[in-house]
C-alpha cells in the first residue's frame, strides 16, 4: 500500500512574537502612519494584519506595505495594537507578530504670552477696534508659522512712568504650537518617513 504521511513529515510553523514599544501619537495630527515592523524587513509576497487589543472587529486602512495609517487621530484610538506578518521562508509558513501601545497625547493650553501696547486712549469702543486689528495680525502670524493664538486676557491702565497722560493696553495670550496645518509638511512624505517626519515636527514646534 501507499505510505501514510505522518504529522512530523509536515512543515512546522514558525512564529516569533516581539515588542515594537511604545508610540505617541499627538491628538491633532491629520495622519499617522506606523509600520508594522520597527527593522527593515525583505521578505517576499507577505501579507500583514492588524489587531486592536487582540480584536479584528475595527477596520482598519493599512497600506499595501502593511503601513497602520491614522487620520485624525482620536483620544479612543489609543490603546494595545499588534501586526502579523506573514510570509514563506524555505517552503515553510512564518508568520512574526509585533506589539505596540499606542498612547495620544496633547499639550494642554500653551504658552502664556504678554503683549504691552502704549495708548493715548483707554475708552472700551477704541480698544475693541483695536483689539479686532491685533487678532487680523495675529490670524496672519497663525497662517505662516501654523500656531493658533487665543486671546484670554485685556487690561488697560494708566502709564506710572510716564509725566503725560498715557496708558498701557495688557493683551494675555494662548499661544498653542499646534495651529491649522501643523502636520502639512509630513503629509506629502513618503509612509516609510511619515513616522518621523511627525516626531522632529511636534519637537520643532515646541
Known sequence: GQPTSMPWDLPATSSWEHQ?????IHMESSLYSLPCSPI?????DPTYQWVQDRTASKSFSVTKEGHLIFQHFQAGDSG????TISYMKHGVPVSQVFHYSILGYHVL??????????SKL???EWIKRFLWSLQEKLKQLEMEQHCRFQLSGTFCFSSLSSSLEEFIIQVQLEVSPFGSHWDKACKSQHMETVTECYQQTVQQNL
Not at 110 to 117: A, H, N, Q, S, Y
Request: proline share 0%; glycine share 14%; net charge negative.
Open 122 to 124: 483707554c475708552e472700551k
Open 20 to 24: 515594537g514599544g511604545l508610540v505617541f
Open 109 to 118: 493650553g500653551g504658552l502664556e504670552t504678554v503683549l504691552l501696547f502704549h
Open 40 to 44: 527593515e524587513m525583505e521578505e517576499a
Open 80 to 83: 494595545k495594537y499588534s501586526c
